[in-house]
């Protein structure tokens, strides 16, 4: 069964500040993997989607990174503000047709002014 | 642009009672899914449906019900509600079911069961 684990759970830290976010999962074989956004009391918003032939994907400040072979991906924020502050997931396709994603428990991101 | 929208947003039951969480879509969508998110758990399947008048279960479907009533509407249903069953539930929708379509959700429902 698959497993997604999120390393930190929270996360607080300075305005201006490069930060990373861990996410891990048990069996390798995933269709792609997303990274969301959650801000309090809203849902999910999809912030990037990496494929499994992909390595990584970029939009803005944020850089997804994954290495499918050790069930391992990295969100990287540049420059973080505060209105990074959020809840990040990860989720992984375990490459059934559905969406049925395999979701992490989140980080939750503090960015301080 | 409405999207995916749930209701209702807040709901306290007591336990035994029965309700249904309305969801609907204007994205003209053929997946649609119902997802809840505990604490520390991340979000659990429930329920999708793949296209008008399918459903299948998810990881989680012990206790509820759905209808695809149409292709915009999606409803879960609670027969009997129980205290385990509090949570905040998430309905979310996406082109197909395929590989790697965007997947939009609603704002959630905050149900409480006591």
């Known amino acids: 069964k698959q497993e997604v684990t999120q390393i930190p759970a929270a996360l607080s830290v300075p305005e201006g500040e490069n930060l990373v976010l861990n996410c891990s999962f048990t069996d390798s074989a995933i269709y792609n993997l997303q990274w969301f956004r959650q801000d309090p009391g809203k849902g999910l918003t999809s912030l990037l989607l990496i494929q499994s032939s992909q390595r990584e994907q970029t939009s803005g400040r944020l850089n997804a990174s994954l290495d499918k072979s050790s069930g391992r991906s990295t969100l990287y924020i540049a420059a973080s503000q505060p209105g990074d502050s959020a809840t990040y997931l990860c989720?992984?396709?375990?490459?059934?047709?559905?969406?049925?994603?395999?979701f992490g428990a989140g980080t939750i991101l503090r960015v301080k002014s | 642009n409405a999207g995916v929208t749930q209701t209702p947003k807040f709901q306290v039951l007591k336990t035994g009672q029965s309700m249904t969480l309305q969801c609907a879509q204007d994205m003209n969508h053929n997946s649609m899914y119902w997802y809840r998110q505990d604490p520390g758990m991340g979000l659990r399947l429930i329920y999708y449906?793949?296209?008008?008048?399918?459903?299948d279960k998810g990881e989680v479907p012990n206790g509820y019900n759905v209808s695809r009533l149409n292709k915009r509407e999606f409803s879960l249903r609670l027969e009997s509600a129980a205290p385990s069953q509090t949570s905040v539930y998430f309905c979310?929708?996406?082109?197909?079911?395929?590989?790697?379509?965007?997947?939009?959700f609603g704002e959630g429902s905050w149900l409480t069961v006591v």
């Open positions: 979310a929708s996406s082109v197909t079911g395929g590989y790697g379509n965007t997947i939009y």
């Open positions: 989720a992984v396709h375990p490459g059934e047709y559905g969406n049925k994603l395999v």
């Open positions: 449906s793949a296209s008008e008048g399918t459903t």
